[in-house]
């Protein structure tokens, strides 16, 4: 059945994964995920940055990771909105270089080029909007983009800013247990329910526990309220992946040792050791044992791995998310849970199964396909934003409390971890000296006590206050954490009642003239790479052109006039000086001097070619005469 065409403008649903990214969008009859360009669904989150040539995103960029390690970006997420001074603290999966890119944020050094995460992830964005328009046939500019429900402010943030990177409109930003959630309940559930989403994907792990409330005859919607929220931004099945390389690149030192040798891994062994190990990982889910081979620059490491080995080196991270439930079900008061909703790649591990029926006395609830079920929850969401789903009502909720920095390093919170959103909170501020007219604030998400203890989401600078003696102005500066959990500050000063001017400097994010650099960079990148894509497409082209004008010239050389064939060989040469020039530096050629030049030489062999013909027809027309009686 074909689906009727989406309404102009669409919202798709974007998982914007540390592992893989997908893309879905909400028919009338459901949502579903909408295919790639090569016919697949879950489109890596790799992207390769090849010197002087175009960038490459998803299966190519991760199949060939391991043939160009340093130029390529895996799980950028788990460095989205961080600063570089946090990124040692985070383990990534790409063996290229973190660096401080600008304002100190982490960034990538890949293919000769400072990338910072958001600029990666925009690819990735990019891709996915790409096939969202190719398979619903309209241009694409919104969507509701989900993020693990345990990001900070500032990690939002950064993930708006890919997103406008990528020319889309982040209508919503929704946490991926939340999508889960609505995937789940919306197969018309009749009963109240408590459910809590076990999320563990590559990069991250979050648990909330939300209550599902079936909508009433009087029309009102299913409502899906997020009670608790907990989890750790960098735990996931990378981790894993890391420990199990690890392990078996000690092994495999000890091997070298034994035979008098020692073992430097290249980068190259680096990334298959971790692809293979991750392949390992995955094997084990299903087998109890997996034997390897595997070829560490001349040392072979060949091996058995048992699911019992495996689980010994996973058992701490997977006890690290075990506790962060036990936060998540203590702040919802020990509510009753009903069931538990797998999502993510990692829940896949039987490991994983066993501490989640252990920790919540209830089988895990696998039915839905862990790798799809945040997409679909994120296209269901972006129905209810375009107006044409009423049934349902999200109430989710932020993760961390929101706190200012006070004097001597304190920081008091104005808004509690877990409220819903939007929510609000007021405060005041004054002067502590005479005609002060501008006062700084710093905003803060964590839940610890101290500065150095959370982390800094902004400082804003409230100006322009009229002249006052100390501790007379009276500033009410309002907190409104929107529903995508944005930050938005607005100040008053109450005995003139002048607005304060707010100018905030987001820590981790971007700001506008950065958006818009990045933006006109991004743009330019798109020239340099349908520039460096024709003159590749011109090189192929016109190799074969000029390898078929060869061949034809060697069977009628004789045949031809003089001028003709100097002609021909100059327009040969020609062509053949662009390809040899392309060669060296694609951006040094004039495309279009290059295009001319090759049609120049394609007409003068028309004339050729024709002669080959000829020539052969007659001589399979003299080899018919000869051999027919
Ligand atoms: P996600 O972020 O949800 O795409 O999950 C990706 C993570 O799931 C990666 O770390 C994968 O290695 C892991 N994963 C995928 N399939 C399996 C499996 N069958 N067993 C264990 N881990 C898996």
């Known amino acids: 059945m074909r689906e009727p065409s989406p309404p102009a403008d669409p919202i798709i649903g974007i998982d914007l994964g540390t592992t893989n990214s997908l893309v879905a969008y909400c028919f009338e009859a459901g949502p579903r995920v909408l295919a790639l360009t090569d016919g697949t669904r879950l489109l890596p989150s790799a ?17 060939r990771a391991v043939e160009y390690p340093l130029d390529t970006v895996l799980s950028s997420k788990r460095l989205m909105g961080r600063s570089f001074a946090e990124s040692a603290a985070v383990l990534g999966e790409s063996q290229c270089r973190v660096v401080a890119g600008i304002r100190g944020l982490a960034a990538f050094e890949a293919g000769g080029t400072t990338v910072l995460p958001q600029e990666a992830a925009a690819e990735v964005l990019r891709a996915l909007k790409r096939a969202a328009q190719e398979s619903l046939g309209t241009e694409v500019g919104r969507a509701v983009i989900t993020v693990p429900a345990y990001f900070d402010l500032g990690q939002r943030e950064a993930t708006r800013d890919a997103a406008r990177l990528a020319g889309i409109e982040a209508v919503r930003i929704v946490n991926e247990p939340t999508a889960a959630a609505l995937a789940y309940g919306i197969g018309g559930r009749r009963s109240a329910q408590t459910i809590a989403v076990y999320d563990f994907g590559g990069g991250t792990f979050d648990i909330s526990i939300l209550k599902v409330i079936p909508g009433d005859a009087s029309g009102a919607g299913d409502l899906f309220e997020v009670v608790a929220t907990a989890g750790d931004t960098r735990l996931g099945g990378d981790d894993i992946d890391s420990a199990l390389a690890s392990e078996l690149l000690r092994t495999a030192e000890t091997a070298a040792r034994t035979a008098g040798r020692s073992l430097i891994p290249s980068p190259r062994s680096m990334q298959a050791i971790r692809d293979f190990a991750e392949s390992t990982k995955i094997a084990l889910s299903t087998a109890e044992s ?48 009903d069931r538990v909703v797998m999502v993510g790649g990692s829940t896949r591990m039987p490991l994983v199964c066993a501490a989640v029926r252990e920790k919540f006395g209830v089988e895990p609830y696998t039915a839905l396909d862990p790798d799809c079920v945040v997409a679909l929850g994120a296209a269901v969401q972006g129905a209810v934003l375009e107006g044409r789903r009423r049934d349902v009502l999200l109430l989710d909720v932020i993760p961390l409390s929101l706190g ?69 102005p009276q500033i009410e500066v309002d907190f409104l954490v929107d529903a995508n959990g944005v930050l938005c500050v607005d100040a008053i000063e109450r005995r003139s009642g002048c607005r304060a001017g707010v100018q905030v400097v987001p820590t981790y994010g971007l700001t506008s003239d950065e958006i818009e650099r990045m933006d006109r960079a991004g743009v330019e990148h798109a020239r340099v790479d349908m520039h460096r894509h024709r003159v590749a497409d011109l090189c192929v082209h016109s190799s074969l052109d000029a390898k078929w004008i060869r061949e034809a010239l060697s069977r009628v050389a004789a045949d031809l006039d003089g001028p003709y064939r100097e002609e021909l060989d100059t327009a040969l040469a020609e062509v053949q000086r662009f ?49 027919t009686p």
């Open 47 to 63: 992207v390769r940055y090849e010197r002087g040539v175009a960038v490459a995103v998803g299966a190519d960029a991760r199949g």
């Open 290 to 337: 997996v034997n390897i081979e595997i070829d560490l620059d001349g040392v072979t490491l060949a091996q058995t791995v048992t699911r019992a080995e495996l689980e010994r080196l996973a058992a701490p991270l997977v006890a690290r998310t075990i506790a962060a439930c036990g936060r998540a079900i203590r702040d919802s008061q020990g509510i009753a849970i």
């Open 404 to 472: 200012i920095e006070t004097i001597g390093g304190g920081v008091a919170k104005l808004i509690h971890r877990n409220s819903s959103i939007p929510t609000s909170a007021r405060e005041m501020f004054s002067t502590s000296v005479d005609n002060q007219t501008s006062v700084k604030v710093h905003v803060l998400q964590g839940e610890r006590e101290m500065v150095a203890d959370c982390r800094s989401l902004a400082r804003f600078e409230l100006r322009g206050l009229p002249a006052m003696p100390a501790g007379i």
């Open 579 to 627: 390809v040899g020039a392309a060669q060296a530096s694609a951006d040094a050629v004039d495309a279009d001097a290059f295009q001319r030049s090759k049609e120049r030489m394609d007409r003068l062999s028309m004339r050729l070619h024709e002669l080959a013909i000829t020539k052969s027809l007659k001589s399979i027309a003299t080899a018919k005469g000869t051999s």
